[in-house]
């Protein structure tokens, strides 16, 4: 178990709503700006509202949590005695607005030009993107390595190495290198233990924080001029958008009831026949699905979602559905114990410290190893609001472990026990929007949810092998439509390192040429072999961090290398992060329903979210 740390208390003010960090006058007061809109901020002061908790302080009883929960016609997806155990354990971030710590008056009169706009409107200031408060929205990528490992170890930007690369990521993915396609046995060859649904986790998590939507992969292109689309925080803005004041499209206000009830828009299924999860262990147990797709727009089935990557396939789409529902079910839970601050607010903060607490206690820990997570809690040293440029050796080479994880063929469900990886990427494209009823997923199988499904779908190893539907994207032609091709160039124009100098400026004993070739083709040795061996001495870092996986972990986590690259870039984001759970006043503890008390992890986070029944 991670030790969280407990923040200086001068830069973890009591609060809920996002806070820009502390800093000296020097560096965030404007004093034109600050004469310019201090008497609207005072009016914005006064006019907003901040949680104040329960009406009643007392322990909540189930006789009263049945009557509200009839009262309000909720249907919850637990328990009332969960409910109820989930209910008195929360701890709203109450403070009289009189109380506010300076810095967070400072930040709202430092606010920058394209937010100072904002002054004066009658939101609640913490409906806001926390980046978009504190940030001048400049975020960038960058390295993580210095220059001068970079200029020593990175491979030459030109035709031969351009060549080689494409020659390299075709044989990744060849017909017949995964030995065993079909099993979902972790005692087979190729089959890791890490349920599938990580894989697409995993994608989610990655459309949190990176968007690179400028670079090109046909010039040499210094990676600290590239923008990142998405702020550099685990703070679900794929999910939120930019909140309900400035994306009131994505969700649903109340009619009745508590004003700030405020829940996600859900999608309807096009209905076909029954899908999804299952009642009864078996086909008739599922039943014909009406709402589990994203919210789409009318006349082009366009999803209406935080981030248009999360409906690249199937399994992701309806991942970011289970977590639309995962919000609503935390208002309910809230509506339902008569929750007396902004709902919104409080709902938004719970989802996004269990989100954050099972990215780092259970994804990470799955990939990097218990071991390199909790030396990178104790090591790295992000203090709040720390300049951060996101890397792209985690960007563009570790974090693409989740590529080699990719199966040829999943089982959605009772219906479709193979789905193969085109029709996943098909069944959420037109004419079949939106998703069909029977191609609803039953993440019982894809996660480890203790609902028995006849089959529970494992990731590919993480090796060097790549599923061969990779080899023909939607989109692409050619070389380009070759998965591993374009990871591959992409790390040559941006100038990354090579595996082996990012080893030794960890201090890391780089692997061995007799480690890279061990179990890899003729053909593909070859390549590695030709032009004097640049490949094999100057490896490129994703080639390098999948086969030191492979031959190190065994292919179910990342190897030395990977995984401290992977686990250092989340532990500083969330540590600069004031609102993190890292950052939480006296320390974070999950209060949802959970199969371990204490604990909290995506299968149970798709649980409370109501997506593993019918």
């Given at each position: 178990m991670v030790t969280k740390k407990k923040a200086p208390a001068k830069q973890t003010p009591k609060r809920l709503g996002a806070t820009k960090p502390t800093k000296r006058k020097a560096e965030t007061r404007n004093p034109a700006a600050t004469s310019e809109i201090a008497e609207p901020v005072r009016e914005f002061l006064k006019k907003t509202s901040i949680p104040k908790g329960f009406v009643n302080p007392n322990p909540i009883v189930l006789s009263e949590l049945r009557k509200r929960v009839t009262e309000t016609n909720l249907r919850p997806t637990v328990s009332l005695e969960q409910l109820l155990a989930s209910a008195n354990r929360i701890k709203p971030a109450d403070l009289p607005m009189e109380k506010l710590p300076e810095d967070v008056k400072e930040s709202?009169?430092?606010?920058?030009?394209?937010?100072?706009?904002?002054?004066?409107?009658?939101?609640?200031?913490?409906?806001?993107?926390?980046?978009?408060?504190?940030?001048?929205?400049?975020?960038?990528?960058?390295?993580?390595?210095?220059?001068?490992?970079?200029?020593?170890?990175?491979?030459?930007?030109?035709?031969?190495?351009?060549?080689?690369?494409?020659?390299?990521?075709?044989?990744?993915?060849?017909?017949?290198?995964?030995?065993?396609?079909?099993?979902?046995?972790?005692?087979?060859?190729?089959?890791?233990?890490?349920?599938?649904?990580?894989?697409?986790?995993?994608?989610?998590?990655?459309?949190?924080?990176?968007?690179?939507?400028?670079?090109?992969?046909?010039?040499?292109?210094?990676?600290?001029?590239?923008?990142?689309?998405?702020?550099?925080?685990?703070?679900?803005?794929?999910?939120?958008?930019?909140?309900?004041?400035?994306?009131?499209?994505?969700?649903?206000?109340?009619?009745?009831?508590?004003?700030?009830?405020?829940?996600?828009?859900?999608?309807?299924?096009?209905?076909?026949?029954?899908?999804?999860?299952?009642?009864?262990?078996?086909?008739?147990?599922?039943?014909q699905q009406t709402s589990w797709d994203v919210p789409r727009m009318q006349g082009t089935n366009t999803a209406a979602i935080g981030d248009p990557r999360n409906d690249e396939n199937l399994i992701i789409v309806q991942f970011q559905h289970a977590m639309l529902c995962f919000h609503n079910a935390v208002v309910d839970l809230l509506v339902a114990v008569a929750f007396a601050g902004d709902i919104f607010a409080e709902a938004k903060r719970i989802v996004t410290h269990h989100y954050q607490w099972a990215v780092v206690h259970d994804f990470l820990k799955?990939?990097?190893?218990?071991?390199?997570?909790?030396?990178?809690?104790?090591?790295?040293?992000?203090?709040?609001?720390?300049?951060?440029?996101?890397?792209?050796?985690?960007?563009?080479?570790?974090?693409?472990?989740?590529?080699?994880?990719?199966?040829?063929?999943?089982?959605?469900?009772?219906?479709?026990?193979?789905?193969?990886?085109?029709?996943?990427?098909?069944?959420?494209?037109?004419?079949?929007?939106?998703?069909?009823?029977?191609?609803?997923?039953?993440?019982?199988?894809?996660?480890?949810?203790?609902?028995?499904?006849?089959?529970?779908?494992k990731a590919r190893k993480i090796d060097s092998f790549m599923a061969n539907g990779l080899e023909s994207l939607p989109g692409f032609s050619g070389m380009m439509a070759i998965l591993a091709t374009r990871n591959l160039r992409r790390a040559l124009a941006l100038g990354l390192p090579s595996g082996q100098g990012m080893a030794n400026s960890f201090g890391i004993a780089p692997m061995t040429a007799a480690q890279l070739t061990s179990g890899v083709p003729v053909a593909e040795t070859a390549v590695l072999n030709s032009s004097g061996g640049l490949l094999l001495n100057k490896t490129p870092l994703w080639y390098y961090v999948l086969r030191e996986a492979s031959v190190l972990a065994g292919g179910n986590q990342l190897g030395p290398v990977g995984g401290r690259i992977v686990a250092e870039t989340f532990v500083r984001i969330l540590k600069r992060d004031a609102s993190s759970y890292l950052n939480v006043a006296g320390g974070f503890t999950p209060i949802l329903p959970s199969s371990m008390p204490g604990d909290f992890t995506v299968a149970d986070l798709v649980a409370f979210a109501g997506v593993t029944q019918p």
């Amino acid at each position: 178990m991670v030790t969280k740390k407990k923040a200086p208390a001068k830069q973890t003010p009591k609060r809920l709503g996002a806070t820009k960090p502390t800093k000296r006058k020097a560096e965030t007061r404007n004093p034109a700006a600050t004469s310019e809109i201090a008497e609207p901020v005072r009016e914005f002061l006064k006019k907003t509202s901040i949680p104040k908790g329960f009406v009643n302080p007392n322990p909540i009883v189930l006789s009263e949590l049945r009557k509200r929960v009839t009262e309000t016609n909720l249907r919850p997806t637990v328990s009332l005695e969960q409910l109820l155990a989930s209910a008195n354990r929360i701890k709203p971030a109450d403070l009289p607005m009189e109380k506010l710590p300076e810095d967070v008056k400072e930040s709202i009169l430092a606010l920058k030009p394209g937010i100072r706009r904002f002054h004066g409107v009658k939101i609640p200031l913490y409906w806001f993107p926390f980046p978009w408060l504190s940030s001048a929205c400049a975020d960038r990528f960058g390295y993580m390595s210095s220059a001068a490992t970079r200029a020593a170890t990175k491979l030459p930007f030109n035709f031969t190495t351009q060549e080689l690369l494409g020659q390299l990521g075709n044989m990744m993915g060849d017909p017949g290198r995964d030995p065993n396609p079909a099993s979902h046995n972790p005692a087979d060859a190729g089959v890791s233990s890490i349920p599938a649904g990580f894989t697409y986790f995993g994608q989610f998590v990655d459309h949190d924080i990176t968007f690179d939507v400028s670079s090109t992969l046909g010039a040499a292109t210094d990676a600290n001029t590239i923008s990142n689309m998405r702020s550099p925080a685990l703070d679900l803005e794929s999910v939120y958008g930019r909140g309900p004041g400035l994306d009131p499209f994505l969700y649903v206000f109340p009619t009745c009831g508590p004003a700030t009830a405020i829940k996600l828009h859900r999608g309807s299924n096009t209905p076909i026949g029954p899908g999804g999860p299952s009642n009864n262990g078996g086909k008739s147990g599922m039943v014909q699905q009406t709402s589990w797709d994203v919210p789409r727009m009318q006349g082009t089935n366009t999803a209406a979602i935080g981030d248009p990557r999360n409906d690249e396939n199937l399994i992701i789409v309806q991942f970011q559905h289970a977590m639309l529902c995962f919000h609503n079910a935390v208002v309910d839970l809230l509506v339902a114990v008569a929750f007396a601050g902004d709902i919104f607010a409080e709902a938004k903060r719970i989802v996004t410290h269990h989100y954050q607490w099972a990215v780092v206690h259970d994804f990470l820990k799955r990939i990097c190893g218990v071991a390199t997570v909790n030396n990178a809690m104790a090591s790295v040293s992000a203090p709040i609001g720390s300049s951060f440029r996101m890397p792209v050796e985690f960007a563009v080479a570790a974090y693409r472990f989740g590529h080699s994880m990719i199966r040829d063929a999943y089982w959605v469900n009772f219906n479709f026990p193979e789905a193969t990886l085109e029709k996943v990427f098909e069944f959420n494209r037109d004419p079949r929007l939106p998703v069909f009823s029977t191609w609803v997923v039953d993440f019982n199988a894809f996660f480890d949810t203790g609902v028995p499904v006849p089959v529970h779908n494992k990731a590919r190893k993480i090796d060097s092998f790549m599923a061969n539907g990779l080899e023909s994207l939607p989109g692409f032609s050619g070389m380009m439509a070759i998965l591993a091709t374009r990871n591959l160039r992409r790390a040559l124009a941006l100038g990354l390192p090579s595996g082996q100098g990012m080893a030794n400026s960890f201090g890391i004993a780089p692997m061995t040429a007799a480690q890279l070739t061990s179990g890899v083709p003729v053909a593909e040795t070859a390549v590695l072999n030709s032009s004097g061996g640049l490949l094999l001495n100057k490896t490129p870092l994703w080639y390098y961090v999948l086969r030191e996986a492979s031959v190190l972990a065994g292919g179910n986590q990342l190897g030395p290398v990977g995984g401290r690259i992977v686990a250092e870039t989340f532990v500083r984001i969330l540590k600069r992060d004031a609102s993190s759970y890292l950052n939480v006043a006296g320390g974070f503890t999950p209060i949802l329903p959970s199969s371990m008390p204490g604990d909290f992890t995506v299968a149970d986070l798709v649980a409370f979210a109501g997506v593993t029944q019918p």
